[in-house]
């Protein structure tokens, strides 16, 4: 009769070994297969619908809007009557931004920062900027393109 000894030691040791794994699983389930799903935020907008009027985004800054359909996106003026429009959803795994906060966007989920007024990534883990979406400026109003 032979028997196997287990020492504390060979105990602690597998465990260990069993766990890391299991946290590593876990760690890479969270943040999904690839580093940057490069999500385009959805199907583009019909056009023709407002989004925003064009007074209610001060020169220089960005808002939150959703296009008539319901997707959410960010509104820029960089300049007086120029607009920059791009979907809130994060190129890294699919979240909603939060809300423009002076010159950033930031993705709550996993860190990303974006470049306010163009949707550039300034600080990842996201790789590819806001996706971009046609807009023009009628009657002083923000509709899709």
């Known amino acids: ?5 287990h020492t504390r ?23 999904g297969a690839g580093s940057d799903s490069g999500s385009s935020g959805g199907d583009a907008p019909k ?8 007074a209610d985004v001060p ?15 960010i509104v820029a003026q960089p300049t007086a009557g120029t ?7 994060c190129t890294h795994q699919g979240c909603t931004v939060n809300p423009p906060q002076g010159a950033e966007i930031h993705c709550p989920c996993h860190g990303s920062v974006y470049d ?3 949707g550039a990534v ?9 996706p971009k979406i046609n ?6 109003e923000v509709v899709t393109a």
């Open 1 to 5: 009769m032979t028997a196997e000894l």
């Open 9 to 31: 030691r060979s105990v602690l040791t597998t465990g260990a070994a069993v766990a890391g794994v299991a946290v590593g699983t876990v760690a890479l389930a969270a943040c």
């Open 47 to 54: 056009p023709g619908g407002k989004v925003i009027a064009l």
């Open 59 to 73: 020169v220089g800054q960005a808002k939150s809007a959703k296009t008539p359909d319901g997707q959410d996106v």
């Open 83 to 89: 607009v920059n429009c791009f979907s809130a959803i």
């Open 116 to 118: 306010s007024l163009t």
């Open 122 to 130: 300034k600080n990842g883990p996201a790789e590819k900027p806001l």
């Open 135 to 140: 807009v023009k400026v009628d009657n002083g």
